[in-house]
């Protein structure tokens, strides 16, 4: 199975213009989470979602929003985006279904840059 | 949140070396996961691992939940070993959210 894709791989953006990086499970994972990496800091959440329809803030929300209309898609967007937002955006997956939020999953990583 | 502190943040070793990574954190966790994060930036699993001891191969991990501290094991170092090992927890307000230590950067030369 593919488990998590994200697109693009990689995105040089102008500040100002607004982008969605995408996200796509085929494990029928309920939870899904957003994260970015930058250098020296290891990752920090930005959103999750526990469950298709629902949606939280994590540690880095803003400037980003979420949606989750279904199980298997989980997109992020930068409305305006700024410079601070160039990093690498990792989207995670985990089943949470037992009650236990069990080991999560990560997508390849989109790449951007905001110029 | 909870504060997760890795030791060493970097680790020289020549292959064949055999080493340990350390991960401490600051409160009690659900889970925790270690990752390596190999030089073309993948984050690939490698123990989900709240309690015990855990074996793959090379590598091997022990969770002392009840002293806030996890330790990673890699026994016989390779080149492909190298990146960055990070350790994460569970156990947020926000159910399932890790957090993560800032990693270990391993090297490892032939």
């Known amino acids: 199975t593919a488990g998590i894709t994200q697109a693009p791989t990689s995105q040089i953006l102008a500040a100002g213009r607004s982008m969605t990086l995408r996200c796509t499970q085929d494990?029928?994972?309920?939870?899904m989470y957003w994260y970015r990496q930058d250098l020296g800091l290891g990752l920090r959440l930005i959103h999750y979602?526990?469950?298709?329809?629902?949606?939280g803030k994590g540690e880095v929300p803003d400037g980003y929003s979420v949606s989750r209309a279904n199980t298997d898609d989980f997109p992020l967007t930068l409305a305006s985006a700024v410079p601070s937002q160039t990093s690498v955006y990792f989207c995670?997956?985990?089943?949470?279904?037992?009650?236990?939020?069990?080991?999560?999953?990560f997508g390849p990583g989109t790449r951007l840059t905001v110029l | 949140g909870i504060q997760v502190e890795q030791s060493p943040p970097d680790l020289i070793l020549q292959e064949g070396a055999n080493s340990t990574l350390r991960c401490n954190f600051s409160?009690?966790?659900?889970?925790l996961q270690w990752f390596h994060q190999n030089p073309w930036g993948q984050l690939i699993n490698l123990f989900y691992?709240?309690?015990g001891t855990k074996q793959n191969g090379r590598l091997s991990a022990t969770t002392v939940a009840t002293e806030r501290y996890s330790l990673l094991y890699i026994s016989s170092s390779q080149t492909t070993d190298s990146g960055v090992y990070f350790c994460?927890?569970?156990?947020?307000?926000?159910?399932?959210?890790?957090?993560f230590g800032r990693g270990t950067q391993l090297t490892v030369w032939p």
């Open positions: 995670a997956s985990s089943d949470a279904t037992s009650g236990d939020y069990n080991e999560q999953f």
């Open positions: 494990m029928r994972h309920n939870a």
């Open positions: 979602s526990n469950t298709a329809g629902t949606t």
């Open positions: 409160d009690s966790v659900n889970n």
């Open positions: 691992i709240p309690s």
């Open positions: 994460a927890v569970d156990g947020g307000s926000t159910l399932g959210r890790l957090y």
